[in-house]
């Protein structure tokens, strides 16, 4: 995820479901997801995304905070 969003290639997230079929693990329905694709779509266009905070609550939820400007 960290690679994907903050490198050259973001608009794999939107083939999250096949690029990672993984996926429906974590994210079971699509509203635990698309929240970061309306961040990333908000932010500045010329900008990559930037983790500003990393984290993992009970060994398995990343806490990861971005900034998209």
Same mark, same amino acid.
């Not at 694709?37 to 930037?50: E, F």
């Given at each position: 995820m960290v690679d994907?969003?903050?490198?050259?290639?973001? %608009?794999?997230?939107?083939?999250?479901?096949?690029?990672?079929?993984?996926?429906?693990? %974590?994210?079971?329905?699509?509203?635990?997801?698309?929240p970061l694709l309306v961040a990333l779509g908000a932010g500045t266009p010329s900008v990559v995304p930037h983790r500003v905070h990393a984290s993992v609550t009970l060994g398995v939820l990343a806490m990861d905070a971005y900034v998209f400007a």
């Amino acid at each position: 995820m960290v690679d994907t969003l903050t490198g050259s290639r973001p %608009n794999d997230l939107l083939e999250y479901e096949r690029q990672a079929p993984e996926a429906r693990w %974590n994210h079971p329905t699509p509203e635990h997801f698309l929240p970061l694709l309306v961040a990333l779509g908000a932010g500045t266009p010329s900008v990559v995304p930037h983790r500003v905070h990393a984290s993992v609550t009970l060994g398995v939820l990343a806490m990861d905070a971005y900034v998209f400007a």
